[in-house]
Nanobody, 122 residues
Framework: QVQLVESGGGLVQTGGSLSLSCAAS????????MGWFRQAPGKEREFVAA????????YSEDSVKGRLTISRDNAKNMVYLQMNSLKPEDTALYFC???????????????WGQGTQVTVSS
């Protein structure tokens, strides 16, 4: 079956960096667009960034542009989220998601991982 497994979360100070990874299995990875979402306690799950199947097109939510960068490696079935200049408001559970088709900026993805926690201390 399809599995998306996130890793790389943790506790970091304001201004610090983290690199999240998502390992995909059970799907034709290079046919899927991939996205990163986050959900803070008491809030809706929100779009962070997405990348097309080839990696040539990326999309980011305005508040993370220039700080959080999505990338993928189709040979390894991996998608990444490089997080720099982190702020306390970036604290959330981060999910990766896969969609057969263009990358939505909504939650309308086919498959989801379980999430990895990112906590940014002030």
């Amino acid at each position: 079956q399809v599995q998306l497994v996130e890793s790389g979360g943790g506790l970091v100070q304001t201004g610090g960096s983290l690199s999240l990874s998502c390992a995909a299995s059970g799907l034709a990875f290079s046919r899927y667009s991939m996205g990163w979402f986050r959900q803070a306690p008491g809030k809706e799950r929100e779009f962070v960034a997405a990348i097309g199947w080839s990696g040539s097109k990326t999309y980011s939510e305005d508040s993370v542009k220039g700080r959080l960068t999505i990338s993928r490696d189709n040979a390894k079935n991996m998608v990444y989220l490089q997080m720099n200049s982190l702020k306390p408001e970036d604290t959330a559970l981060y999910f990766c998601a896969a969609n057969l088709g263009p990358p939505p900026t909504t939650t309308k993805y086919n498959y989801w991982g379980q999430g990895t926690q990112v906590t940014v201390s002030s």
